[in-house]
């Protein structure tokens, strides 16, 4: 079993925002908190040490009293972001996390662990679709993620494909892989926010 103690979050806050007319994704009020910090709350016991990524309101994110890391490198996508929090990870594993997916099961380690300790990575496929940016990864392999980043790649998906990843089918959690885009995905998940007793 991989203790929290073992384990470094890292939560991606670097999106542009462009279909919520660039606001801060993670930063946007849903029910009384904000998104960032209802997943700060679900990965809280999974966790011992969490890292925000951001490239943006860094102020703000230093107020949720977590490390914050900028992720200089505006224009690389999310990988640019996890590829920094990674310089400061020391724990055997890693588990990252989207900053606009509020729901995020609070048992991700547990659901990821069997697979992540036979392949080293572990990443859900939900519904026939991949969440490349949730995964558990021994830090070990996280040198050859910054190798493939180094050399000009951006996509987690093909880095998946060159390390011959299999995803972890996750299909009975589907609501908590639900993220926000849009301004319906924001109201759906407000919708959400209540069956799931989040407050």
Same mark, same amino acid.
């Given at each position: 079993?991989?203790?929290?103690?073992?384990?470094?979050?890292?939560?991606?806050?670097?999106?542009?925002?462009?279909?919520?007319?660039?606001?801060? @994704?993670?930063?946007?009020?849903?029910?009384? @908190?904000?998104?960032?910090?209802?997943?700060?709350?679900?990965?809280?016991?999974?966790?011992?040490?969490?890292?925000?990524?951001?490239?943006?309101?860094?102020?703000?994110?230093?107020?949720?009293? #977590?490390?914050?890391?900028?992720?200089?490198?505006?224009?690389?996508?999310?990988?640019?972001?996890?590829?920094?929090?990674?310089?400061?990870?020391?724990?055997?594993?890693?588990?990252?996390?989207?900053?606009?997916?509020?729901?995020?099961?609070?048992?991700?380690?547990?659901?990821?662990?069997?697979?992540?300790?036979?392949?080293?990575?572990?990443?859900?496929?939900?519904?026939?679709?991949? #969440?490349?940016?949730?995964?558990?990864?021994?830090?070990?392999?996280?040198?050859?993620?910054?190798?493939?980043? @180094?050399?000009?790649?951006?996509?987690?998906?093909?880095?998946?494909?060159?390390?011959?990843?299999?995803?972890?089918?996750?299909?009975?959690?589907?609501?908590?892989?639900?993220?926000?885009?849009?301004?319906?995905?924001?109201?759906?998940?407000?919708?959400?926010?209540?069956?799931?007793?989040?407050?």
């Amino acid at each position: 079993m991989i203790e929290a103690t073992n384990v470094t979050g890292i939560v991606l806050c670097g999106g542009k925002g462009s279909r919520l007319d660039g606001r801060d @994704k993670p930063l946007i009020e849903l029910g009384s @908190k904000t998104i960032v910090e209802h997943i700060l709350d679900r990965l809280a016991l999974q966790c011992d040490r969490i890292i925000l990524s951001c490239t943006r309101n860094v102020a703000l994110y230093e107020t949720l009293n #977590h490390e914050v890391v900028v992720d200089l490198d505006l224009e690389e996508g999310p990988l640019g972001g996890l590829n920094a929090a990674l310089q400061s990870v020391t724990t055997e594993w890693v588990l990252t996390v989207p900053g606009d997916a509020p729901f995020v099961p609070q048992n991700l380690t547990t659901l990821l662990e069997k697979d992540a300790q036979k392949q080293g990575i572990a990443f859900p496929t939900v519904d026939n679709q991949q #969440h490349n940016l949730t995964m558990l990864m021994d830090r070990r392999r996280s040198n050859n993620l910054q190798t493939f980043y @180094k050399n000009g790649g951006r996509a987690v998906k093909k880095w998946f494909l060159d390390e011959k990843i299999q995803s972890t089918n996750l299909d009975d959690y589907s609501v908590h892989f639900f993220n926000i885009n849009t301004e319906s995905q924001l109201a759906k998940a407000s919708q959400l926010l209540a069956s799931l007793n989040d407050s």
